[in-house]
């Protein structure tokens, strides 16, 4: 990960190898607890958050923001990516 952002730039190559990664190791993941459904419901909600923020950002995009507007969809978004990152943590920490 810490590779795929050292030039602070990610590429459409770079973005989908990882999300190929990520796929992969779901896979394994899930097959490891076939019993668990809501990791079966997880990975198609991630695509869906996705896939929600890339439209939102087109349609901002549509309206040509000004610097502030452009600044403000980035904080607002990365913050909610943050709450999600800080429940993984949260949630893990007790394995």
């Not at 490891?32 to 890339?54: H, I, R, S, W």
């Not at 969809?73 to 920490?93: E, H, M, N, P, W």
């Amino acid at each position: 990960m810490k590779q795929l952002y050292a030039d602070q730039l990610m590429t459409t190559t770079e973005f989908a190898g990882l999300r190929d990664d990520a796929d992969r190791l779901f896979e394994e993941l899930k097959a490891t607890f076939p019993k668990n459904g809501y990791l079966k419901l997880f990975e198609p909600l991630a695509d869906v958050v996705v896939e929600a923020m890339q439209f939102a950002v087109l349609e901002v995009r549509k309206g040509k923001p000004d610097a502030e507007a452009k600044a403000l969809v980035r904080q607002s978004l990365g913050f909610q990516v943050a709450y999600i990152k800080a429940s993984l943590d949260r949630l893990t920490q007790s394995l």
